[in-house]
C-alpha cells in the first residue's frame, strides 16, 4: 500500500487549555510494499503521526492518501471500517486479551468481522505456525514469555491480511536478542505478504535493517537515508 501524506497537522489541547501543536506541515510518502523506520526523541509526535496515518486519531490540516484513497474526512464507521479491512497494528506492550489463549486472541479481528468461525481458526493456526507458536496455541498471555506474546501480536495483526502494518516500538519491552527474532520475523512476513511496514524504534541497529529511515524532529519527518 503506497501512503501519501501531505501538509498534516496536528495539535492537542493541555490541562490548561494551551494549544500544543505536535504535528507540523508534515509531509511523507512510503512506497508500497517498503519498510519505513521512524526514529526521533520521546515526545517528538512518533505516535501521534502513526495513529493519523492508522486512522485512529483525526487530523486537523491536511490530507492523507493510502493507495489513492482520501481518507482525511472519512466517518468515525468509516474510518474503523478501513482500519479493520487495510491496516495492522502492533504496540510495544502487545495488548492481548489475558483470559483468552495465543489462538483466540489471533482470531478476534476476523471473529469481529463475522467469518466463518472453521476459516478464521485455520487462518489463526497458519499464522501462529509462521511466527514459530503452533505448538503454544492453547496458552494464554500470562503462560508466554514476553518475546512469545510479541509474535502473537504479529500474528492477530495480520490475520486480516492487511495492505500496511504500523508497529509502534515493537521490540521495546524485549531483550536484545528477542527483540532481533521479533524483527526478522517482521521483515520475513513483510517480503511474503508484500505488506507496506511503517515502523517507531529507538533502536538505530534495527532501524538500519529498514529501505528507508526518517526521523522526526519538530513536528516534521526528515529522510535520513534510502535504498
Not at 464507521?77 to 486472541?105: M, Y
Amino acid at each position: 500500500m503506497q501512503i501519501q501524506v501531505s501538509n498534516l497537522n496536528k495539535s492537542y489541547f493541555d490541562g490548561e487549555g494551551r494549544k500544543l501543536h505536535i504535528l507540523r506541515g508534515l509531509n511523507f510518502e512510503a512506497k508500497s510494499g517498503s519498510t519505513v523506520a521512524i526514529v526521533g526523541a520521546s515526545g517528538t509526535g512518533k505516535s501521534t503521526f502513526l495513529h493519523t496515518i492508522g486512522t485512529l486519531e483525526s487530523i486537523d490540516e491536511g490530507q492523507l492518501c493510502l493507495d489513492g484513497r482520501d481518507l482525511t474526512n472519512l466517518t468515525r464507521d468509516q474510518a474503523a471500517q478501513f482500519r479493520n479491512e487495510k491496516i495492522g497494528f502492533i504496540f510495544q506492550f502487545h495488548q492481548l486479551l489475558q483470559d483468552f489463549t495465543a489462538l483466540e486472541n489471533v482470531m478476534i479481528p476476523q471473529l469481529i468481522q463475522g467469518e466463518n468461525a472453521e476459516v478464521i481458526q485455520k487462518n489463526a493456526l497458519d499464522l501462529l505456525e509462521k511466527v514459530g507458536l503452533s505448538e503454544r496455541a492453547g496458552h494464554k498471555p500470562t503462560q508466554l514469555s514476553g518475546g512469545e506474546q510479541q509474535r502473537v501480536a504479529i500474528a492477530r495483526a495480520l490475520v486480516n491480511r492487511p495492505r500496511v502494518v504500523l508497529a509502534d516500538e515493537p521490540t521495546g519491552n524485549l531483550d536484545e536478542e528477542t527483540g532481533d527474532q521479533v524483527m526478522e520475523i517482521l521483515l520475513r512476513l513483510n517480503l511474503e505478504n508484500e505488506t507496506t511496514l511503517i515502523m517507531i524504534t529507538h533502536n538505530n541497529s534495527l532501524a538500519s535493517v529498514m529501505q528507508y529511515q526518517h526521523r522526526m524532529e519538530n513536528g516534521k519527518l526528515h529522510l535520513l537515508t534510502n535504498d
